[in-house]
DNA sequence: AAAAAAT
């Protein structure tokens, strides 16, 4: 079904058509008409199904057409985290250019003093954070009578962060008169109830099973020991395949984010880093470095699982393994995005066993082990930790069949070592190289762990 | 256990 047949305007066509899109993606396709007709949804889709145009789209097309006078505002999107919330602002800035819709962005981090001067001038559209809204309302700077469209996006997400009873007083605050979409990547019991309470009569639009994780990414776990020299020097050798183009590499604390990010420099990549203890507008200015492929690596914790949107991020490491299951699921959808291919590798160190257990059974799915490089991968230890240590005999009793990233690991160890940079000095966003960057037994399942997991445990803390 | 979100 083409974009023409959705019943958008001629202009929200043509932004659409400028924007690069001649198909809408199945949650768009199934959300824009019944959104039109006014009618409640429940959207229940992954990140990467092209969520956000499902709604900015039909939104812009009903303001364009209720159009009055922009005192109060007419709709409010609230989103998880500030981050998501400018990225809806960018798509509803790209798609609503020849509408002369205004919007203000009501986020933390920032001044109050643009958003206030916003609020005055009068917009359309509110895209808010629940916690800085709360705030506007409370000083009066934010009137939410007029807003008779609501979008609850990343549900799920909100219950995690504690937002729900926020949710609840804002949408008392709003209309009873109304139209509201809630999109949640999984339906909880506690989102159930709210769908319940604030929606009415809703559509249910499902496009993706939850929890299950897109068949166009191919995933790896990676045995490593405990300590982080140990996985720095893992991630190191996996970041120099050259088919790596662009990586975010999650991590489960800040301060492992911290560490990672100053050791992959020094090592001469070419990385930043996303947390939320960092000031806003520097995690801003990162995101947009690495979106314009000035860093080609992203060093990030959970603020960036979920929903973040960025192009062509080839590969996603969790160099820690995530403690929820939910959580990889989001983190490794930053790659493959958009029908792309990508490539997930989860470090898995013997405390993770059981993560990753809760893992494979939220998926469904077994997910292959990529085993410990053969020793002529790993150059005389530099790092000083591993020397002397006699290597195991274990490494030798590998199965026969090369895998391709092994192999071309062998080709450039040396030279990697000596120019480590050169291999990370262009951006590389658009390379279409990953098809051909396929492990053989890509997505097999490798039989029973050869007891590999309990070699070597490190002594913890 | 951590991280996120208002200051």
Same mark, same amino acid.
């Given at each position: 079904?083409?974009?023409?047949?959705?019943?958008?305007?001629?202009?929200?066509?043509? %932004?659409?058509?400028?924007?690069? @899109?001649?198909?809408?993606?199945?949650?768009?396709?199934?959300?824009?008409?019944?959104?039109?007709?006014?009618?409640?949804?429940?959207? *229940?889709?992954?990140?990467?199904?092209?969520?956000?145009?499902?709604?900015?789209?039909?939104?812009?097309?009903?303001?364009?057409?209720?159009?009055?006078?922009?005192?109060?505002?007419?709709?409010? &999107?609230?989103?998880?985290?500030?981050?998501?919330?400018?990225?809806?602002?960018?798509?509803?800035?790209? @798609?609503?250019?020849?509408?002369?819709?205004?919007?203000?962005?009501?986020?933390?981090?920032?001044?109050?003093?643009?958003?206030?001067?916003?609020?005055?001038?009068?917009?359309?559209?509110?895209?808010?954070?629940?916690?800085?809204?709360?705030?506007?309302?409370?000083?009066?700077?934010?009137?939410?009578?007029?807003?008779?469209?609501?979008? &609850?996006?990343?549900?799920?997400?909100?219950?995690?962060?504690?937002? *729900?009873?926020? *949710?609840?007083? *804002?949408?008392?605050?709003?209309?009873?008169?109304?139209?509201?979409?809630?999109?949640?990547?999984?339906?909880?019991?506690?989102? !159930?109830?709210?769908?319940?309470?604030?929606?009415?009569?809703? !559509?249910?639009?499902?496009?993706?099973?939850?929890?299950?994780?897109?068949?166009?990414?191919?995933?790896?776990?990676?045995?490593?020991?405990?300590?982080?020299?140990?996985?720095?020097?893992?991630?190191?050798?996996?970041?120099?395949?050259?088919?790596?183009?662009?990586?975010?590499?999650?991590?489960?604390?800040?301060?492992?984010?911290?560490?990672?990010?100053?050791?992959?420099?020094?090592?001469?990549?070419?990385?930043?880093?996303?947390?939320?203890?960092?000031?806003?507008?520097?995690?801003?200015?990162?995101?947009?470095?690495?979106?314009?492929?000035?860093?080609?690596?992203?060093?990030?914790?959970?603020?960036?699982?979920?929903?973040?949107?960025? !192009?062509?991020?080839?590969?996603?490491?969790?160099?820690?393994?995530?403690?929820?299951?939910?959580?990889?699921?989001?983190?490794?959808?930053?790659?493959? =995005?958009?029908?792309?291919?990508?490539?997930? @590798?989860?470090?898995?160190?013997?405390?993770?066993?059981?993560?990753?257990?809760?893992?494979? !059974?939220?998926?469904?799915?077994?997910?292959?082990?990529?085993?410990?490089?053969?020793?002529?991968?790993?150059?005389?230890?530099?790092?000083?930790?591993?020397?002397? =240590?006699?290597?195991?005999?274990?490494?030798?009793?590998?199965?026969?069949?090369?895998?391709?990233?092994?192999?071309?690991?062998?080709?450039? $160890? $040396?030279?990697?070592?000596?120019?480590?940079?050169?291999?990370?000095?262009?951006?590389?966003?658009?390379?279409?190289?990953?098809?051909? %960057?396929?492990?053989?037994?890509?997505?097999?399942?490798?039989?029973?762990?050869?007891?590999?997991?309990?070699?070597? &445990?490190?002594?913890?803390?």
């Amino acid at each position: 079904m083409p974009f023409a047949d959705l019943g958008l305007s001629d202009e929200l066509l043509r %932004a659409v058509a400028e924007a690069g @899109y001649s198909e809408p993606t199945p949650i768009q396709a199934a959300a824009i008409p019944p959104v039109l007709m006014m009618r409640d949804i429940i959207g *229940i889709a992954q990140t990467g199904t092209g969520k956000t145009a499902s709604f900015v789209l039909p939104m812009i097309d009903i303001l364009a057409h209720g159009r009055t006078r922009a005192r109060m505002p007419r709709s409010l &999107i609230l989103e998880p985290t500030r981050e998501l919330a400018a990225q809806v602002a960018e798509n509803f800035e790209k @798609y609503g250019r020849q509408h002369k819709l205004s919007m203000a962005l009501l986020i933390g981090g920032v001044s109050m003093g643009d958003q206030v001067k916003a609020l005055e001038k009068g917009v359309d559209v509110l895209i808010a954070t629940p916690g800085r809204l709360m705030d506007l309302f409370g000083r009066g700077n934010v009137l939410l009578t007029g807003c008779s469209m609501l979008v &609850i996006d990343e549900a799920d997400r909100m219950l995690d962060m504690g937002f *729900i009873p926020d *949710i609840e007083e *804002i949408c008392s605050k709003l209309p009873k008169q109304r139209q509201t979409l809630l999109f949640s990547a999984t339906m909880p019991p506690p989102i !159930k109830k709210l769908a319940d309470k604030f929606l009415d009569n809703p !559509k249910q639009i499902e496009v993706a099973r939850p929890a299950s994780t897109n068949t166009n990414i191919t995933q790896w776990l990676v045995p490593v020991k405990a300590s982080a020299v140990d996985k720095r020097e893992r991630l190191r050798q996996l970041l120099a395949q050259p088919e790596v183009s662009s990586a975010v590499i999650f991590c489960n604390r800040k301060t492992t984010v911290r560490e990672l990010n100053k050791s992959l420099k020094r090592h001469g990549f070419r990385s930043g880093e996303i947390h939320g203890d960092m000031e806003q507008p520097q995690r801003l200015a990162e995101l947009d470095l690495f979106r314009r492929g000035e860093v080609n690596i992203l060093v990030a914790s959970d603020v960036a699982a979920r929903g973040l949107d960025i !192009k062509g991020v080839s590969h996603v490491f969790n160099f820690d393994a995530p403690w929820h299951p939910d959580d990889y699921v989001h983190r490794i959808g930053r790659t493959g =995005r958009a029908g792309a291919t990508g490539t997930a @590798y989860t470090f898995v160190a013997p405390d993770d066993a059981e993560n990753v257990d809760n893992i494979e !059974k939220l998926t469904g799915q077994k997910i292959a082990r990529l085993e410990a490089p053969a020793p002529t991968a790993v150059p005389a230890a530099a790092d000083g930790e591993e020397s002397g =240590r006699p290597r195991r005999a274990r490494r030798d009793r590998r199965p026969v069949e090369e895998r391709a990233p092994r192999a071309r690991r062998e080709e450039r $160890a $040396a030279p990697r070592r000596e120019t480590p940079r050169a291999e990370y000095r262009e951006p590389r966003r658009d390379d279409v190289r990953r098809d051909e %960057a396929e492990p053989a037994d890509a997505g097999g399942w490798n039989g029973p762990v050869p007891d590999f997991l309990n070699v070597g &445990i490190a002594a913890r803390p």
